[in-house]
């Protein structure tokens, strides 16, 4: 478990399930950005009981308030290199925005991350319009690279997706 301020970022448990699983799939909650397929239930009861969603390749964490209400996701996956993993995030209501729920999470996975793997670089993927995402990753860090163009498939057309990336010396650097 990482504990932050206003935030705790945690495996999911057994007893999360069925709420997760409600706000998971959700599809109004997933606005513009995120993709309407989803997952049955059957299917996500499955696979949580195969892995709890932990594997070499992924990591799934609820985010989770002070309240101890599930607000949101976090996770890193395999990227393009062996030295490279990629993190995801989603805030299940949007009336959260802006709290810093997001950022302070993004925050507690980096440093977990970099303290515990030899990981040499983090990346997050956005849409170009995304602005509350872009300043997630502004402020943890990370820096915009490139576009990479119409390379998502959502809500029925091609996107662009904007990659920012944070290295290791970087981030030792801004722990002084």
Not at 19 to 29: K, R
Not at 33 to 49: D, G, Q
Not at 125 to 137: D, G, K, T, W, Y
């Amino acid at each position: 478990m990482l504990k932050g301020q206003i935030c705790t970022v945690r495996h999911l448990l057994t007893a999360d399930l069925n709420t997760f699983i409600a706000l998971a799939n959700d599809l109004p909650s997933r606005g513009d950005y995120f993709s309407s397929h989803f997952k049955s239930p059957e299917t996500l009861r499955k696979e949580f009981a195969q892995n709890g969603f932990v594997t070499d390749d992924s990591e799934l964490f609820v985010i989770e308030d002070n309240a101890h209400h599930i607000v949101g996701v976090i996770t890193h996956f395999k990227s393009r290199t062996s030295v490279a993993r990629e993190l995801g995030y989603r805030l299940f209501d949007p009336k959260l925005s802006g709290r810093g729920y997001v950022t302070e999470a993004c925050r507690l996975l980096v440093d977990y991350l970099f303290n515990v793997h030899q990981y040499h670089r983090l990346e997050l993927l956005s849409a170009p319009e995304n602005v509350a995402s872009i300043r997630v990753a502004q402020k943890c860090g990370f820096s915009p690279e490139g576009t990479l163009r119409q390379s998502f498939f959502i809500n029925g057309r091609y996107r662009d997706v904007q990659v920012f990336s944070l290295l290791r010396p970087e981030w030792e650097a801004s722990k002084g």
